[in-house]
């Protein structure tokens, strides 16, 4: 890890919003009343997630998340000055969304979310974000999705070919049409998907063979974040290649996908090759997942001290 130097800024563009944290021993079916616990009240939300783990791995970020006129809109802009994080982007007449993730025993989450301002977009605020040829561009889904995210769509999409993107659809990818993933391809997109997304975007069947299918078809490059089983790169012309997880034991999975975003991140940004930069990926990720939350993504030395031999 000495030799990392991150120097590539990241556009982080998305959603900041307000999580409240329960654990509780099961869902509750409709009508049930059950017992949970509290467990945090913390500023969260995929890219806020992405960018606070980039700041802990000391790479440079540039701030496209939207601050609302509310409760949660001054406890994010505080949150981001902690960071470091200058706010580019306001909404005077809304406040923040916030999430309730409820956490059961096994690790699995459950969100129910209530947007806010950083889910409306439009061209003139898309504009105002600085931006270069250079510049690594991380997009949310949780943005994308929906009739408030198509200026966002648009610009994502009407970008230079050679514009380097990460873009992680969520659990909403089945509101993006295959007509945006068509305009991305030929480009140089990445996007980032897990086993139920893979199957959602890629279809049925072997997740691994869907998405190198998809990806050949597509002229794209997927990585396949499969849990216990690794990551796995899929860009259609190459054998998809197996980079392998680090086991630690699972506290909870809330912010995995997030910290593994960052983690990848941080290796393009350093000008790490794609297999050696998912590998930080996963590394991140371990490190999240085996802690309660999102909101403790380690630092390089914390890296360097729990996989010593990576």
Aim: charged residues 20%; proline residues 7%.
């Amino acid at each position: 890890m000495n030799e990392w130097e991150a120097v590539t800024p990241v556009l982080v563009i998305g959603g900041a919003v307000g999580d409240l944290v329960m654990t509780l021993p099961r869902l509750p079916t409709s009508g049930e009343d059950i017992e949970a616990q509290p467990q945090a009240r913390q500023i969260g939300g995929c890219a806020f997630n992405v960018a606070r783990a980039l700041t802990r791995l000391e790479v440079p970020v540039i701030n496209g998340m939207p601050v609302g006129n509310g409760e949660w809109g001054a406890a994010i802009e505080a949150a981001m000055g902690e960071l470091g994080l200058e706010v580019l982007l306001r909404h005077g007449q809304m406040d923040n969304g916030w999430c309730l993730a409820l956490v059961e025993p096994n690790g699995e989450r459950t969100f129910i979310t209530v947007s806010g301002c950083e889910s409306q977009w439009n061209k003139a605020q898309l504009a105002t974000l600085p931006l270069t040829e250079h510049t690594l561009i991380y997009a949310s889904g949780y943005e994308l999705a929906g009739e408030n995210g198509e200026a966002l769509r648009e610009w994502l999409t009407r970008m230079p070919f050679d514009q380097p993107r990460l873009i992680d659809p969520g659990p909403r990818i089945a509101q993006l049409s295959e007509d945006f993933f068509a305009m991305l391809s030929d480009s140089h997109t990445l996007l980032t998907l897990n086993r139920d997304e893979v199957a959602a975007l890629c279809g049925a069947g072997d997740a691994v063979d869907a998405a190198q299918r998809y990806a050949a078809a597509r002229n794209l490059t997927l990585i396949c974040r499969l849990d216990r089983d690794g990551a796995w790169i899929c860009d259609g012309r190459t054998p998809p290649l197996h980079v392998p997880a680090y086991p630690v034991d699972v506290i909870d999975t809330i912010g995995a996908g997030d910290a593994h975003c960052a983690g990848l991140l941080a290796g393009l940004s350093a000008g790490w090759p794609l297999p050696r930069a998912v590998d930080l990926a996963n590394r991140v990720a371990a490190c999240v997942v085996a802690s309660l939350g999102a909101a403790n993504p380690p630092d390089r030395h914390q890296l360097q001290q729990r996989f010593p031999q990576a």
